[in-house]
Structures are given as C-alpha cells and as structure tokens.
C-alpha cells in the first residue's frame, strides 16, 4: 500500500513539475529579449493561393528557419505562435505575445492579388490611415475570424466590413506605432538592400492580428505569390533564406538600438525636431507660464537608475515609462532658452539626437503649441 501511495506521490509531482516546465516556456526571462515569431494563417485558414503556391507553407517555412537562426543567440528567446500547419485564432497569436510579455511581435504573411503584376515586400504597422486599398486590404486579412468559433464573444462586435471598427483598432495600440514603425523600417530597408528585393514600403492598417498586442509589432507580406516569378523565389530554400536572413538582421539592429540608450530613429520624427528651427531669444530668459520643457536624450527597452553615471554624466535625469520603452529627459524647466542650452550640453555629451519636448501638466504638447502661451 505504501509502495503505491509513494508512486502516486511521485507521479503528481512529475505532472506538477512538467506543468510548471509548459508555463514556463511562455514566461519571459527576465535576461533575454523575448521575439514572438506567428506564421500567418495555417490548418483550414490557407491564406492566398495562387500559382500553386501557399501562403500558409511559404509563412511557416520563413518564420521556422527565422526562428532557428535567432534561437542561436544566447540574449533571445523565441515564442512561435504556430510550429505546424495549424489554425490559430487571430485573438489567440495576440494572447501568446501578451502572456510572454514579449519585446516583439512579428507577423509574417504573402500577398496575392488578382493582377499577376504586382511585386514587391510590404510591412504594416497597426493605424488608422484607411484608404481604400488598405481598408480592402485590412478587410481581407481580418475576415478570417469568420472561420473561428465563438468570434462574436472575441471580437466584442468587429465588424471587418466597417470602417469605423477598422479605425478603433488602430487607437489601442498608439503607444508602441513609433517603436513598431522604426522596426517595420528596419525590416523594409533590409529587404531592399540585403535581399535585393522591391520594397513597396512601410504602410499602416487596421490589423486584428496585432489589435492586442502589447509590444511593438508588424505585419509582413514577403511579396506576391500573384507574381509567379516572386511567388518561385518565395517558394524556393534559397529565396526564404535571403528574407528570412533580412527579417533577423532587422531585429538585431532594432535589439542593438534599444539596449545603446539613443534615440536615433527610435521615437524622433519631424514634427518633434521643428524646435531645432525655432530662434532663441535675445533675451536671457524665455519663461512659458505654464508649460515645462524637458530634453529628450534616449529612448531604451532597459530600465537604467536615473543618476549621471548612467547618462555619461549628465545631471537632473528622470525616467518614464511607455509601453516597453522607457524614455530618458534631461532637465525640467519653464524657459524655453534654458531648455536650448540644455539640449546643447546634452549633445555634447553624445548625445546627438537630442530634442525639447514640452508638456502641459502631464500632457505632452507641441513646441508651437507651448512658445505660443507666452
């Protein structure tokens, strides 16, 4: 009898031991940059066909051998929404990100069209710009919740034939658009300059594949099978491998850039370097009743102690949080010319991508906007 209660024993605390292994290989390590690789469609969803080819074989095989080389970096760690020809609901790819509290969500898909044409990469990052090519589009990729069960009670009423539903996806993920579009970049140019293929750019559109996703994510069509001859490229080792190699070269850079602490083509457009044209005043002092104007100096997925060692000396340092960036500010002040001089000292200390950011209370508003409150 004990003979028996000592195996029974043994065999829960086996199946304890193996459920805590199963959960743990969806928790993110604390020490590594965790990348969700989902190969689009799969099982009876097949995505495009055409020419023979499949979207759904072509996704998998590029996302697999992605995956294998990224595995090989001790600082990453890769989740795979589908390793088979399986059908994974769109809500379910989303919730496999979330639960790993992933640094990247990257989609990979083909495209296909009735003209035999077309030919070229395209990366989406989710937005609200909806004409009517990407609403078609965004339509034709979200339809697929239609072959799922229950996806009234997922999908809290979408409708992918509404604009308006399109749109407010689009607003969820506002935070992580700049962090995804500086990877979408990444992506495209590598395509273009490494794999020698036609970039037909970085886009935006209402996705419900990355509708959730709490991280920085993308949506990639590696070309159109359409086009027989970019569809034999995609469909041979030798095509699969040059992107693939292209989408790993991307992520790395995007990895390094992060973890440098600079704000280069990170969260930097045109609209927040316009003060870098704005003329200081003759004046010493330019006080805007008001508004605090602060020096942006790095933008970085590593959570550093706000303290001159870790800034290259800089003083007056804070931290804030948004998504899984955090973004660095050097100074806090209500003149305008002091926050010039600031930003000035800042690239000095290497800073070069410096640039003011001006805040009403806690609202972040445009430098225009706060020099006209004068």
């Given at each position: ?48 066909i ?7 074989k ?165 070309g ?9 490229f ?25 973890n ?9 457009d ?31 997925s590593?959570k550093?102690e ?69």
């Open positions: 009898m004990k003979t028996k209660q000592y195996f029974i024993l043994v065999c829960l605390a086996t199946l304890f031991i193996i459920g805590l292994t199963s959960f743990s290989e969806i928790e993110k390590p604390t020490d590594k940059f965790v990348v969700v690789l989902d190969a689009g469609h799969g099982g009876r969803d097949p995505g495009a055409s020419n023979g080819f499949k979207e759904k072509i996704a998998l095989d590029v996302v697999l051998e992605l995956g294998k080389e990224l595995e090989k970096l001790n600082d990453i760690k890769v989740i795979y929404t589908r390793k088979t020809d399986k059908f994974i609901e769109l809500w379910r790819r989303a919730d496999i990100a979330n639960k790993a509290d992933a640094d990247l969500f990257i989609s990979i898909h083909c495209n296909a069209v009735a003209n035999s044409k077309p030919y070229g990469t395209e990366t989406w990052v989710l937005g609200e710009k909806n004409t009517e090519r990407n609403f078609e589009f965004a339509k034709r990729e979200n339809e697929v919740i239609f072959l799922e069960d229950d996806y009234e009670k997922n999908y809290a009423g979408f409708d992918p034939s509404s604009p308006e539903s399109t749109i407010a996806i689009g607003i969820e993920q506002e935070v992580y658009i700049e962090q995804s579009i500086a990877l979408a970049q990444k992506i495209e140019n590598n395509f273009k300059q490494k794999a020698k293929r036609k970039s037909r750019g970085l886009k935006q559109k209402s996705l419900l594949v990355i509708r959730n996703t709490y991280m920085p994510s993308v949506l990639v069509e590696l159109f099978i359409s086009n027989k001859k970019e569809g034999t995609l469909n041979s080792k030798a095509g699969q491998h040059k992107m693939s190699n292209a989408l790993k070269e991307a992520i790395l850079d995007y990895k390094k850039e992060l440098n602490n600079v704000g280069d083509n990170i969260l930097i045109s609209e927040e370097n316009k003060e870098d044209n704005l003329p200081l005043d003759e004046v010493s002092t330019r006080i805007v009743k008001g508004v605090t104007f602060k020096v942006q100096i790095a933008a970085s590593r550093l706000a303290k001159p060692y870790n800034f290259n000396g800089l003083s007056d340092i804070s931290r804030e949080q948004h998504g899984t960036i955090y973004k660095y500010y050097h100074g806090a002040t209500s003149d305008y010319n002091a926050i010039m001089k600031l930003k000035e000292i800042a690239k000095s200390k290497g800073y070069a991508s410096s640039f003011v950011v001006a805040y009403k209370g806690d609202k972040r508003i445009a430098i225009e906007e706060a020099l006209k409150r004068r």
